[in-house]
């Protein structure tokens, strides 16, 4: 980590989402995986949806995943891949779900969180 990165100190259950979508995100070989937390502590993950008809980035899916399975609200989101910023897009659809405060941990491929942001 270079003198400029800040690092950050990350709960012991938010860190597990970073592992959670750097790990789905190596496994489909995407360029990013996601992973969010709901109100219960059930987890759901998510890769970069990239088809001709679909895209998806890994938290929208990981959010839209979480719909899905019932979740009310989210307690925490991280995003795991090459770009540093997370997109306006994407802290909306934590947010909707989420409410405003809730946390999006960004870290790169290897796992270092680089920024942690709130909706």
Avoid: Q
Wanted: aromatic share 2%; net charge negative.
């Amino acid at each position: 980590m270079s003198a400029e990165t800040p690092e950050f100190a990350v709960d012991p259950e938010d860190a597990k989402l970073v592992t959670l979508a750097r790990a789905t995100r190596a496994r489909n070989g995407a360029s990013e995986g996601a992973a969010v937390r709901d109100e219960t502590g059930r987890t759901y993950t998510a890769s970069t949806v990239a088809l001709p008809s679909l895209e998806l980035s890994a938290l929208r899916t990981a959010v839209a995943m979480a719909v899905a399975g019932g979740a009310r609200a989210l307690e925490a989101a991280a995003i795991v891949g090459a770009e540093a910023a997370v997109t306006e897009a994407d802290r909306a659809a934590v947010r909707d779900l989420g409410g405003a405060g809730t946390p999006i941990l960004s870290a790169g491929p290897d796992a270092v969180v680089r920024a942690v942001a709130s909706v």
